[in-house]
């Protein structure tokens, strides 16, 4: 998939940037919204560094970009870009879709992440043991909160964690304990690696739901784990698509054509 330097960007209308950002599947996917409604936009990956975001920022707007989706490593910094923030995002401190015209932000990827959780059945009142303490567990962790479900949580540097969930309602753990938990989520980059996580998944409860943030073409260790113990699994992908559709739907003020955004990526 063609990815451009924010530099070289050609004009447009919809990007996703990040850094890399040349593996994103926003583009094909947000290409199969348009095509299935028959809109002419664009929708481009452009790599930007985290030190230079206002600069291409300015650039983008210049080219008439109406809105961006942000990735690793930017979502903290276009949380500060932004001068309104929707739908909550103020608590999550990050943000990864932006209306560029005026600097507002909202996070599409909390209620992205929500909406998988439901679907596999497991509601708010549930308990949920989220791994990792980078931005998006972050994010996770206070959207899991306000939803009412009840939150474990556990880091490989726990120090980090502690910052994180300081003055929040959750229990920090020392070690993985997946016991009495109706999902476990990897927010950890560990798969992007092709690391496991030290998860005795033989003490989980049936039915428990693993559920792992990144997405390849094979199922990730850890999820190679509870899919051998017999529990269900998802990776990131129903959660890229959804938030995806949230954020098309804030751009463009219109439904989002699920089953072809799905269809695109394969589900
Ligand atoms: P960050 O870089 O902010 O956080 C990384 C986290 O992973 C830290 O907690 C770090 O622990 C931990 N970690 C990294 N390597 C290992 C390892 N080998 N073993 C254990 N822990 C490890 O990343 P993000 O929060 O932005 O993203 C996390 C994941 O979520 C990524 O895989 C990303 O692609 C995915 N993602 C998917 C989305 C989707 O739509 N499907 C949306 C957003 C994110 P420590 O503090 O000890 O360094």
Known sequence: MSCFEWRDAPEGDFAV???PVSHSL???MHGAAYAELGLE???LAIRVELSEFDQALDHLVALGYQGVNVTVPLKEVAFEWCESLED???R???VNTIRLGDRAGMNTDVPGFLSVLRAHSVEPG????VLGAGGSARALIRGLLDEGYAVR???RTRAKLDAVVEGLDIEVLDGIDVRDCEAVVNATSASLGGFDLPVEWSQASDGCLAFDLAYGKELSPFLRGASGRGLPVTDGLPMLV???ALAFEWWLGRPAPRTAMLRSVGL
């Open 153 to 155: 949580g556990w880091n």
């Open 17 to 19: 940037l990040g850094d």
């Open 242 to 244: 959804e938030q995806g």
């Open 88 to 90: 909550g995002a103020w």
């Open 26 to 28: 926003s583009p094909k």
């Open 126 to 129: 549930s308990r949920v043991l």
């Open 92 to 94: 999550y401190g990050a």
């Open 41 to 43: 936009l664009r929708y």
